[in-house]
């Protein structure tokens, strides 16, 4: 992949390595190693004024492993993960599938690189179903045409949008919403985003950062996140920074601060 381009199921994919990107970034804070000199150039940066990215970059992954397995664990089967990112172990499918191995997990995200490297979130039980989806979440409608090849709408689904929605800020609310008007009842929406209420003046300058190199991002209070879920009913602890909900003694042996969060995180159940 040295000149930028690869090829995945014969479709060919640029991955534009010399602009970064924060899929790419996302998986420096996290210790991997797909990801390329811009990305760890701008890592390096939004990390210069912002030194809580990798903190709450693993904050946010260990969110997304409670709430998927308080959900199973509470009788949902199917899931439905957009902007899943470049797969770092364990997964959401991983999670879901170890507390019902029958578990169904449609994994959704427009970015080239983690189409190269979606079989690795393909390796599921044999009594499950995992699939990847290359799509785009400001198109939820054929988004959700695709994921209704494995999902039964008719069955409730927990659908997970962590850490994407603050790089479509103008779009949102309108694909919340239009995604959440297709969910039946009892579904879950699981939903983290960048918040400014706890680092101001270093949450603005990672912005700035972003903006920079050419990424739209936006931090929302805690009033504005919880607009996300109007209309369902939040799960207890309801709007909280993504390390407080419902920590594990995994998690409080190595405490996250608000501020090394910087998310915030709630789980809202359609009535």
Same mark, same amino acid.
């Given at each position: 992949?040295? /000149?930028?381009?690869?090829? %995945?199921? /014969?479709?060919?994919?640029?991955? /534009?390595? @010399? *602009?970064?990107?924060?899929? &790419?970034?996302?998986?420096?804070?996290?210790?991997?190693?797909?990801?390329?000199?811009?990305?760890?150039?701008?890592?390096?940066?939004?990390?210069?004024?912002?030194?809580?990215? &990798?903190?709450?970059?693993?904050?946010?992954?260990?969110?997304?492993?409670?709430?998927?397995?308080?959900?199973?664990?509470?009788?949902?089967?199917?899931?439905?993960?957009?902007?899943?990112?470049?797969?770092?172990?364990?997964?959401? @499918?991983?999670?879901?599938?170890?507390?019902?191995?029958?578990?169904? #997990?449609?994994?959704?995200?427009?970015?080239?690189? #983690?189409?190269? @490297? =979606?079989?690795?979130?393909?390796?599921?039980? $044999?009594?499950?179903?995992?699939?990847?989806?290359? =799509?785009?979440?400001?198109?939820?409608?054929? *988004?959700?045409? %695709?994921? &209704?090849?494995?999902?039964?709408?008719? &069955?409730?689904?927990?659908?997970?949008?962590?850490?994407?929605?603050?790089?479509?800020? %103008?779009?949102?609310?309108?694909?919340?919403?239009?995604?959440?008007?297709?969910?039946?009842?009892?579904?879950?929406?699981?939903?983290?985003?960048?918040?400014?209420?706890?680092?101001?003046? $270093?949450?603005?300058?990672?912005?700035?950062?972003?903006?920079?190199?050419?990424?739209?991002?936006?931090?929302?209070?805690?009033?504005?996140?919880?607009?996300?879920?109007?209309?369902?009913?939040?799960?207890?602890?309801?709007?909280? =920074?993504?390390?407080r909900w419902h920590p594990t003694p995994e998690d409080e042996a190595e405490p996250v601060t608000d501020a090394e969060a910087s998310c915030y995180g709630a789980v809202a159940i359609r009535p």
């Amino acid at each position: 992949m040295t /000149d930028g381009t690869a090829r %995945s199921d /014969d479709v060919e994919v640029n991955l /534009d390595i @010399h *602009l970064a990107h924060s899929a &790419r970034m996302y998986d420096y804070y996290l210790g991997g190693t797909t990801n390329f000199p811009a990305d760890r150039e701008a890592a390096g940066r939004a990390l210069a004024v912002f030194p809580y990215a &990798r903190s709450a970059a693993r904050a946010n992954r260990a969110f997304m492993r409670r709430s998927t397995r308080l959900l199973a664990e509470a009788g949902i089967r199917q899931f439905l993960d957009i902007g899943t990112g470049i797969p770092t172990s364990p997964n959401l @499918h991983e999670v879901a599938q170890s507390v019902s191995p029958d578990a169904k #997990v449609v994994y959704a995200d427009n970015d080239p690189i #983690v189409l190269l @490297h =979606a079989q690795a979130l393909l390796r599921g039980t $044999e009594q499950g179903v995992t699939a990847y989806v290359q =799509a785009d979440v400001r198109e939820p409608g054929a *988004l959700l045409d %695709s994921a &209704r090849e494995v999902l039964d709408f008719t &069955r409730p689904i927990a659908l997970s949008m962590n850490a994407l929605l603050h790089f479509v800020p %103008s779009e949102a609310h309108r694909i919340t919403e239009g995604l959440k008007e297709q969910l039946p009842g009892g579904s879950a929406l699981v939903i983290s985003h960048l918040t400014q209420d706890f680092a101001a003046e $270093e949450t603005e300058r990672l912005i700035q950062v972003y903006t920079a190199a050419g990424t739209a991002v936006a931090a929302l209070t805690r009033g504005e996140f919880g607009e996300f879920f109007t209309g369902w009913d939040l799960m207890a602890p309801g709007v909280v =920074a993504t390390q407080r909900w419902h920590p594990t003694p995994e998690d409080e042996a190595e405490p996250v601060t608000d501020a090394e969060a910087s998310c915030y995180g709630a789980v809202a159940i359609r009535p």
